[in-house]
């Protein structure tokens, strides 16, 4: 039996540990899965085995033979085959060419493109997945994602000079029906009888139990468990998982406050609210109250806080937010004191070439200026010095462009723009991703503050520990449905994935 | 060494008056000859000054020359059918607004590329002016006198006569100024500019800003084209056609000039000025007309590209 | 990499010096006449033949002469006149209507030097204009309809008023005809030059055709220009009447012209400018200035040639 070994692997991004010392082993005919909070280090981890990420160090054997991974090329010349996340296909070329994609095409005499032999290798290849239905003469543009999936996998079994040892899968059902993934099963079965090592990620309890011999859990750059699947068990492994206790942190406000606040009017009152692929949201949130939303990835998180930006059709129920209709647009939004800090930071909240005062004062334009729209540059300057001194930002100068300052001060930023009006009604989209602990403290005890001054507060977190640290009350959504409604105390991070999971299986 | 980087434009720009100043020394750097050259310029600078309005938003405007030949043709036209002048010059004024305001619908509503956009509506309106003049040019008596007399009448202070079209052409430079440096509308054009989905999810309304914009951008191609107009003291369909290309030229030549690659004002009245002076200087060395073109393209080049080299090697 | 910036941003500078330099040290210093041409037109044929009868003229006399092309753009053939004025050149020669670059005229008459329209329109500004006597060439034709159908028959005649250069060839043609009692004008006929005037003649001619359907009945067709004469000539061909001897007469010889005269048939007489010799004779003008002459004459006439079928090879 094969044994591939990878050793010590550690990658620290900026000083900061992304990886210490991992070691995983993967054996011929086995299917291992890699589970992981979001920031876990899984991704790291793939980027390193595929060579597109230099390891600070790692070692890498091969039937005890040590191999070099420096590079894509010498991943493939191991033997091994990456499925990642975004499937690269190209859609203009048909799937027999998207099969034979980056391999030199069959030629007759050396010169024109062998057509019929091009589209009888990639039927073989596909007819090996059980896919027989996929035309390879079609554009791969009219596949469906699975279909897709199926295509990628067809190219990985013809792909390179050497002999698949090892398929990597990051995260492939994500967007397969469950047809779909149950042939993919099936094929990923094949290929371990047939002696590849495989490698699976995902978020997918269920799916790992019944699909994976052994697992691995990495937690915070290292492995917190590494076993047989059916030894350690759902619950171990989601242990294992979040682990980390919660911080002893002063969570809930203070009672008085809050007593005091929630006799004023609520902050939104939804009522039997279905929008898009949202339904059955019903909830009211009280000034000073922190409502989390919880739910596995893509849940409709993001949708819902944007509901109170006044996007998305609402198809059923009523919302209403600080005692009016919901704002037709952001522009009304913030003006009415609803502000937002988006989940994608560089696609969604920043500029990065302009300025820190810019990227904070931009929402708060129309208060700080004159009449007729004269800007007054004094006032910009001092509410983003205020803010950038209630955030802690550490900058050079008001003036640099935000692109210079590390990830956790850019997220900053976003925040000293969100909290620079005092918003009555604050959402938050995974406000501390990718943001370093001490960063991700300060951001905490502000929204704490914000609260306590009487304004509500709906936050999305991939890191459920943030969710129960922050949340006086946790409402869970699976696939769109608001599936629950609980109370964050009492909540432990084990307790509440536990309750996501089981909403899920519920849905399904 | 940061800020020489920054102002390598700047100091070519100065090396290129001073070159000229000792190939020419007793015609380049006179009062008549900069006067001159003010006035020459005046209308390419008012397009490429409303042109940065558009490209602070990362868009630009590929129908501000025929927007030019169009607004001149329609004021020749109302002249033609007996109108007074400050009643051709508002119809010029209003084609241009809703000209503009047409291009921010289809960017902004319709969601069409700007270059495709504007290159469609390059077109119309190009065809506009011809349908509008009859395909000839109006001139002689159809054209009212005090409205040719405007671009060769002046100002005099100080015993120098500032021509008038100089004169517009700074009163359009200070307005654009104001706009862009000193309003929440500029600052919100230039969020835009940095990251439009940011900019909208701060509350910024970007599709009614985009409006506004392209529409004073067609406001400005139509004051160019009254300026032309009136210095030629003729309109014809096609006369504006050059102004589009040279004003994103200086545009980007004023690019250059920002750390950040930002459009701004003062910086493209830098680009106009290096243009007009390379015009002028290489007429005085008697530089042949098709290879002074050749010399311009290569300057322009040479300047974004150093920039653009300097930015990459600077990451 | 700072510095790098530096350097790529001096070195566009550093090149354009190089290069303005390298220019300056070819240009010949000031020679006897510096003249500066600006025309927006030198894409067109017939300027490009002005142009090059100025030059074979000026090489003859040891000037220096810069042509300057705007490629159509009017506002900067004025930039190039007042370029021209600040260099301090002895003459400029400008081909395009002075009205429209008066604000440039207006600047070289301060600064003392001579402007030579070639072809350009009369202006007070300018020194002279040399050109085609448009009245002559009317004239020419008019003339040789009148002495064809022996000063008697009926007359199509093809005018275009709104243009002024045109509308004065209709005006002598009137006058030729009315002087020959036995001529009889029996349509005047503007035809829309949307098209460039050929179809629109040929229409209107073949609706005359019709309505005179006498052989004999019509006994010329006086064209303005060549594109009515076209026109006129393809609806009597179509009409099956080519061979009862109507005349036909354009202005201008242009090349389709030329080939319909040369073929023999109806179309017998154009006249054709003289282009080089507008460029010689503009030269003529400039050395006569230059000489220190006071020019009296505000336009200078080239004679223009009668084209028929005797001369049309040449």
């Known amino acids: 039996m094969r044994r591939i070994e990878f050793l010590g692997l550690s990658r620290a991004y900026g000083g900061q540990p992304a990886l210490v010392d991992v070691s995983l082993t993967l054996a011929g005919g086995e299917i291992h899965a890699l589970m992981g909070e979001n920031g876990a280090g899984k991704s790291t981890l793939i980027r390193l085995i595929a060579g597109v990420t230099r390891a600070d160090s790692m070692r890498v054997r091969i039937d005890g033979a040590e191999v070099p991974l420096a590079s894509a090329a010498d991943a493939a010349r191991a033997g091994f085959r990456f499925v990642h996340q975004e499937l690269h296909i190209v859609p203009q070329l048909s799937v027999a060419e998207n099969v034979a994609l980056g391999r030199p095409l069959p030629r007759r005499f050396g010169l024109a493109v062998d057509w019929p032999r091009l589209r009888a290798e990639a ?76 490698l699976y990620v995902s978020h997918r309890l269920d799916e790992v139990m019944a699909l994976c011999h052994r697992v691995t859990v990495l937690r915070d750059g290292r492995v917190a468990l590494a076993g047989p699947t059916l030894e350690i068990g759902r619950d171990g492994i989601i242990r294992a998982m979040t682990g980390r206790e919660p911080r002893g942190a002063a969570r809930p ?40 939303i919880a739910g596995l990835e893509n849940a409709g998180q993001s949708e819902l806080l944007r509901l109170f930006l006044g996007e998305g059709r609402i198809a059923a129920g009523r919302l209403e937010v600080l005692g009016r209709p919901r704002p037709s647009g952001p522009a009304e939004a913030w003006a009415r004191g609803i502000a937002l800090v988006p989940r994608e930071r560089r696609a969604e909240a920043l500029m990065p070439g302009r300025t820190i005062t810019d990227n904070v004062v931009l929402p708060h334009l129309g208060r700080l200026s004159r009449p007729l729209g004269l800007a007054r540059a004094r006032a910009e300057a001092r509410m983003a010095r205020d803010m950038a001194a209630q955030v802690r930002l550490r900058f050079r100068a008001l003036g640099q462009p935000v692109r210079s300052l590390s990830g956790g001060n850019q997220q900053k930023v976003v925040f000293a723009r969100a909290l620079a009006g005092a918003p009555r009604l604050l959402l938050l989209d995974d406000p501390t991703r990718g943001v370093d602990v001490d960063a991700r403290a300060d951001l905490h005890e502000l929204v704490r503050g914000l609260a306590a001054r009487g304004a509500g507060v709906i936050l999305t977190s991939t890191d ?4 129960l640290e922050l949340g006086h009350s946790i409402l869970i959504l699976s696939a769109g449905r608001q599936a629950g409604l609980v109370p964050a105390a009492g909540l432990t991070p084990e307790t509440l994935l536990g309750a996501i999971y089981r909403a899920g299986e519920r849905a399904a | 060494m940061r800020r020489l980087r920054r102002y390598g434009t700047l100091i070519g720009f100065a090396g290129i008056v ?14 008549r000859n900069l006067l001159n050259i003010s006035q020459q310029v005046s209308m390419l600078a008012v397009v490429a000054f409303s042109m940065t309005l558009v490209m602070a938003m990362g868009d630009f405007d590929l129908s501000v020359g025929s927007m030019a030949s169009l607004a001149g043709v ?68 159809d054209i009212p006198e005090p409205f040719a007399a405007f671009a060769r009448g002046g100002v005099e202070v100080a015993g120098v006569t500032l021509p008038a079209l100089t004169l517009a052409a700074l009163g359009v430079f200070l307005v654009v100024w ?28 970007v599709a009614r800003l985009r409006i506004a914009a392209f529409g004073l951008t067609g406001l400005g191609a139509a004051a160019a084209g009254l300026m032309y107009a009136s210095r030629v003291a003729s309109a014809n369909p096609t006369q504006g056609a050059g102004l589009m290309l040279d004003a994103i030229a200086a545009v980007f030549l004023g690019m250059t000039m920002s750390e950040e690659g930002e459009p701004r004002v003062h910086a493209t009245l830098v680009g106009v000025l290096i243009l007009a002076v390379l015009a002028n200087g290489l007429t005085q060395l008697r530089v042949d007309s098709y290879i002074r073109e050749i010399l311009v393209g290569a300057i322009i080049l040479a300047a974004v590209g150093a920039a653009g080299l300097g930015r990459i090697l600077g990451r | 990499m700072t510095t790098g910036g530096f350097r790529a941003g001096n070195s566009a500078g550093a090149m354009l010096l190089a290069g303005l330099l390298a220019l300056a040290a070819a240009t010949p210093a000031a020679a006897e006449g510096r003249v500066t041409v600006v025309t927006p037109y030198l894409a067109q044929p017939g300027t490009q033949f002005y142009v090059d009868g100025f030059k074979a003229a000026a090489a003859e006399e040891g000037w220096e002469v810069n042509v300057i092309d705007t490629a159509g753009d009017i506002a900067a053939a004025v930039a190039r006149i007042e370029d021209a004025v600040t260099q301090g050149v002895d003459a400029i020669v400008i081909n395009v209507d002075p009205a429209q670059v008066e604000a440039g005229l207006a600047q070289a008459q301060a600064a003392g030097i001579p402007v030579v329209g070639m072809d350009a329109g009369m202006h007070p500004m300018l020194a002279t204009n040399v050109t085609s006597n448009g009245y002559a060439m009317a004239v020419e034709t008019a003339t040789y309809i009148v002495n064809r159908i022996g000063g008697a028959g009926n007359v199509v005649m ?42 629109d003649s040929r229409a209107k001619m073949e609706a005359i055709l019709a309505a005179n359907p006498e052989p004999g009945s019509i006994a010329a067709v006086w064209a303005a220009w060549d594109q009515p004469a076209l ?25 389709q012209a030329r080939d319909a005269i040369a073929a023999g048939g109806n179309f017998e007489a154009s006249v054709a400018q003289d282009f080089i010799g507008i460029g010689r004779t503009a030269a003529g003008a400039v050395a006569r200035l230059l000489a220190g002459e006071t020019i009296r004459e505000p336009v200078i006439y080239v004679p223009t040639r009668l084209i028929t079928a005797a001369n049309v090879a040449e």
């Open chain 2, 74 to 141: 329609t004021a020749a036209a109302m002249f033609q059918a007996g109108h007074p002048v400050p009643a051709g010059i508002l119809a010029a004024l209003a084609v241009g607004l809703a000209g503009g305001l047409l291009n921010g619908v289809l960017v902004a509503w319709v969601g069409i590329l700007p270059f495709v956009a504007t290159l469609g509506t390059l077109t119309m309106f190009s065809g506009a002016a011809f349908v509008v003049s009859d395909g000839r040019t109006i001139f002689g008596r």
């Open chain 3, 158 to 199: 093809f005018v275009f008023d709104p243009f002024p250069p045109v509308q004065m060839r209709g005006v002598i043609a009137d006058a030729i005809f009315a002087n020959h009692p036995g001529i009889t004008v029996i349509d005047r006929v503007t035809p829309d030059v949307q098209d460039g005037g050929i179809a």
């Open chain 1, 123 to 198: 039927a073989a290849a596909l007819a090996r997945l059980g896919a027989v239905g996929i035309d390879p003469a079609l554009p791969a543009g009219r596949l469906t994602t699975g279909e897709r999936m199926l295509v990628r996998l067809a190219a990985l079994l013809v792909a390179g000079d050497a002999a698949p040892r090892l398929y990597v899968l990051d995260e492939p059902t994500a967007a397969l029906t469950h047809a779909e993934s149950a042939r993919l099963f099936a094929v990923l079965r094949d290929l371990a009888r047939d002696g590849a090592a495989i």
């Open chain 1, 253 to 292: 406000i203070e009672r008085s406050d809050a007593a005091a606040t929630a006799a004023r009017a609520p902050v939104c009152r939804l009522d039997k609210v279905a929008a898009g692929r949202l339904s059955g949201l019903d909830f009211t949130l009280a000034p000073g109250a922190i409502l989390g």
């Open chain 1, 464 to 467: 459920l520990t943030e969710l």
């Open chain 3, 231 to 255: 026109g006129a000539l393809q609806a009597i061909e179509a009409a099956g009447r080519a061979g009862e001897g109507i005349v036909i007469t354009g202005i201008d010889a242009n090349p």
């Open chain 2, 18 to 31: 001073a070159a000229f100043a000792v190939l020419l020394p007793d015609t380049f750097l006179t009062t």
């Open chain 2, 178 to 205: 104001v706009l862009l440096e000193h309003t929440a509308f500029g600052r919100r054009l230039y969020a835009i500019g940095g990251n439009a989905e940011a900019a909208r999810l701060a509350g910024v309304p």
